[in-house]
């Protein structure tokens, strides 16, 4: 789980910045007009033994069922505080990472998401010293934030969870969809 506060932290995450699933769209397509869609892997943050954590094994899964092949991070094999730093390590140094994972925020914002171009810094909420991860990020915010994190979490509805791990997957493959779109039709023009 990500850390998720006022734009003083290091993260740069605040709730002001909290948009919607439609709106991830958008952030998908201007990642994908900026980089070639071979040039990125996804991170998805996580375990699939804490409902409100399984935010990104699950938005794993799904982008593998999209047909993402570039993915660490899902139910089968989760990507978290004990494997994280090799998972990293094994990413060549010209891709670009998008990093998913799960946040607890403010109760006006459940449901809602966190884009940003810049890293995410897993396992800070719940005092983890792990290292930032992403050229671009993605932080659900899953439930509200409170005083025992671990607590909140394994209270987090599961439903809530799988419907913001598929809004992320689909948000995914309408902006890969869009920009292969977008390139077939250049290419007719230029016939």
């Given at each position: 789980?990500?850390?998720?506060?006022?734009?003083?932290?290091?993260?740069?995450?605040?709730?002001?910045?909290?948009?919607?699933?439609?709106?991830?769209?958008?952030?998908?397509?201007?990642?994908?007009?900026?980089?070639?869609?071979?040039?990125?892997?996804?991170?998805?943050?996580?375990?699939?033994?804490?409902?409100?954590?399984?935010?990104?094994?699950?938005?794993?899964?799904?982008?593998?069922?999209?047909?993402?092949?570039?993915?660490?991070?899902?139910?089968?094999?989760?990507?978290?505080?004990?494997?994280?730093?090799?998972?990293?390590?094994?990413?060549p140094p010209?891709?670009?990472?998008?990093?998913?994972?799960?946040?607890?925020?403010?109760?006006?914002?459940?449901?809602?998401?966190?884009?940003?171009?810049?890293?995410?810094?897993?396992?800070?909420?719940?005092?983890?010293?792990?290292?930032?991860?992403?050229?671009?990020?993605?932080?659900?915010?899953?439930?509200?934030?409170?005083?025992?994190?671990?607590?909140?979490?394994?209270m987090t509805?599961?439903?809530?969870?799988m419907n913001?791990?598929?809004?992320?997957?689909?948000?995914?493959?309408?902006?890969?969809?869009?920009?292969?779109?977008?390139?077939?039709?250049?290419?007719?023009?230029?016939?």
């Amino acid at each position: 789980m990500s850390k998720f506060t006022p734009p003083t932290s290091r993260s740069g995450m605040s709730v002001g910045n909290a948009v919607t699933a439609d709106q991830l769209v958008s952030f998908f397509k201007q990642i994908y007009t900026k980089h070639k869609e071979e040039e990125i892997t996804f991170v998805c943050i996580g375990t699939d033994r804490s409902t409100g954590d399984a935010l990104g094994p699950l938005t794993g899964t799904y982008l593998c069922d999209h047909g993402f092949t570039r993915v660490i991070g899902t139910l089968s094999s989760p990507c978290d505080a004990t494997n994280l730093e090799s998972y990293l390590a094994e990413i060549p140094p010209n891709q670009i990472v998008i990093a998913i994972d799960a946040c607890l925020g403010d109760a006006a914002n459940i449901g809602r998401f966190i884009s940003k171009s810049t890293a995410l810094f897993p396992g800070q909420s719940v005092k983890g010293q792990l290292p930032p991860v992403g050229n671009y990020s993605i932080a659900g915010i899953v439930n509200k934030n409170g005083p025992r994190p671990y607590s909140i979490l394994q209270m987090t509805s599961l439903f809530q969870v799988m419907n913001m791990a598929a809004q992320i997957a689909d948000a995914a493959k309408a902006g890969v969809d869009y920009t292969r779109m977008s390139q077939v039709n250049e290419s007719a023009a230029k016939v």
